[in-house]
């Protein structure tokens, strides 16, 4: 069928860039699915950090997996752990590897950096995927002489709990490439959604908005954020409110994303900067993270 690719043209080797919340969840849901996986990071003392998390990670999955089978959990643990190989080589990293999936800062001209040097050093066979959130992948692709083998691979945060994987594609993309994400994405036991290279793909296209206009009520003073949370909960079936979710995301982030919509997007009013939250910002408020945000998270207060 039009979805099926013969095994041995299959992704198996990737290499993982950036080893963070996201990389290092990648990481270990890729290494737990069968697959070889380098991870690239800027330093050996991050790395043996990322390794770490996954070390951690990895025992609790186990742990539920395998609840009356020690034995087969550490094995779990062991055997995911061997096929994860961190370095701080690049060239190194790519130099026979399928697929590269790129999870560092969230910064444009960062991005343009590494993949110039990605685009020297990988195979020609090579595909480039980057898990960015809120930049056009059109344009972290333009720095690369392989448009035909890029897209989105965005996932969602914690990797292992969640199910989702939106696969992103760029009309450069070419119909190979693309079916050989889709099918990267099952083998990793995602769901894959497919999406245009639009701001925010399906999900944060929808939610950071409603977080925005959310804090415009809060701004307004038509309804409490505790009230607000609760009506979404307990109205609409959300298993978060919007202001425990943006207060989960982080403050910063939320406010990144928008601004920078609002810069490629100025006409449309669902991107306007919102007052109230970068008055937060600029305060601190950045939510979970720094203790507070629309909530509290201080013991001290609780
Ligand atoms: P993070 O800050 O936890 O991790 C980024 C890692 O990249 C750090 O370990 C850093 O040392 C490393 N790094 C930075 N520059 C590098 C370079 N040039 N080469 C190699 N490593 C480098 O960030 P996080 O949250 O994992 O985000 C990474 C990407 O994933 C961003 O593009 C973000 O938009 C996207 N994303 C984040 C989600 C989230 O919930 N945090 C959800 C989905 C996507």
């Not at 701001?199 to 954020?225: K, Q």
Request: aromatic share 8%; charged share 25%.
């Amino acid at each position: 069928s039009r979805f099926s690719t013969s095994a041995a043209n299959m992704i198996k080797k990737i290499t993982v860039i950036g080893g963070g919340l996201m990389g290092s969840g990648i990481a270990q849901v890729a290494a737990t699915t069968g697959h070889k996986v380098t991870m690239v990071d800027t330093s050996e003392d991050i790395l043996q950090k990322s390794v770490k998390s996954i070390q951690a990670s990895l025992a609790r999955v186990g742990k539920k997996k395998f609840a009356n089978d020690e034995a087969a959990g550490k094995k779990f643990l062991e055997d995911a752990l061997s096929h994860i190989k961190p370095t701080v080589n690049i060239k190194e990293a790519v130099k026979d590897t399928d697929l590269v999936i790129e999870a560092i800062v969230e910064n444009m001209d960062v991005k343009h950096k590494l993949f110039r040097e990605l685009d020297q050093a990988a195979p020609q066979h090579t595909i480039f995927a980057s898990n960015t959130s809120s930049l056009p992948i059109g344009k972290i692709a333009e720095v690369t002489s392989r448009k035909d083998r890029f897209g989105g691979l965005h996932f969602f945060n914690p990797v292992p709990m969640m199910k989702l994987l939106e696969v992103i594609r760029i009309p450069e993309t070419s119909d190979e490439t693309y079916k050989k994400l889709l099918e990267f994405g099952k083998a990793m036991g995602k769901h894959t959604v497919e999406c245009k290279d639009t701001p925010g793909f399906i999900v944060n296209r929808l939610l950071v908005p409603y977080m925005m206009e959310a804090t415009r009520m809060l701004e307004r003073g038509d309804a409490s954020a505790q009230d607000i949370d609760s009506a979404m909960k307990l109205g609409a079936g959300y298993p978060m409110g919007p202001f425990e979710l943006a207060d989960y995301v982080g403050l910063d982030t939320c406010m990144f994303i928008i601004d920078g919509w609002h810069k490629d997007y100025p006409e449309n009013p669902l991107f306007k900067p919102v007052p109230l939250l970068q008055k937060m910002v600029a305060d601190g408020k950045l939510g979970r993270k720094s203790g507070e945000g629309f909530f509290n998270y201080k013991k001290s207060s609780m």
